[in-house]
């Protein structure tokens, strides 16, 4: 038996019954992920905060960033999570396995942020400086960097719990690569 279970709603506190019908309306369901980190007082509502906070990055900058780190970590909850909100944010398939493997032949300015991103999550902060170099030829601020580093621990924070958890993946698949 998995140690890991995702509770039902009526198992989590008021306030996060709260948050939880608030995810429901926007999303039209609750991904188990969220329902997992609802069981903590607070999880659920400081990790939401956190990732709804302004951002230099576009949508499709940060689902690149995402799907790169979680292809890295071996998560296959968010690498599936991620292909499905890439596509909605103007990612065809073939772009999204393109990204997880680091590279976006389709963009120059994305490939610059995927190359940083790769090299960052690779050597746990340590990015080569050409890459960094390369990231703010193609166009990028440091505010952006910055925002770039937040994404990489979103990821960091769910593709762990998901990974550790085995969390039953509530998207479509994504495809091996």
């Known amino acids: 038996m998995n140690r890991f279970k995702i509770p039902s709603r009526s198992e989590l506190s008021s306030s996060n019954q709260a948050t939880y019908d608030k995810v429901q309306g926007q999303l039209g369901f609750v991904p188990n992920i969220y329902t997992y ?3 903590h007082p607070n999880a659920l509502a400081d990790y939401l905060a956190f990732i709804g906070r302004k951002s230099t990055l576009s ?3 940060k689902e690149a960033v995402s799907l790169v780190v979680s292809q890295i970590n071996g998560c296959q909850y968010c690498q599936s999570a991620h292909t499905a909100l890439g596509k909605m944010n103007g990612f065809t ?7 997880r493997t680091g590279k976006a032949s389709f963009d120059p300015k994305l490939d610059a942020l995927v190359a940083l991103v790769v090299s960052i999550t690779k050597n746990r902060g340590q990015a080569e400086k050409e ?6 030829k193609a166009g990028y601020s440091e505010n952006e ?7 990489i621990a979103d990821k960091i924070i769910t593709n762990f719990i998901a990974i550790t958890s085995k969390m039953t993946v509530d998207f479509p698949i994504a495809q091996s690569i």
Do not use: P, Q, R, S
């Open 131 to 136: 890459t960094i170099e390369n990231f703010f």
């Open 59 to 61: 949508n499709k900058e």
């Open 145 to 151: 960097f910055i925002d770039v580093a937040f994404v």
């Open 93 to 99: 398939e073939e772009e999204t396995i393109e990204l």
């Open 37 to 39: 980190m609802a069981k």
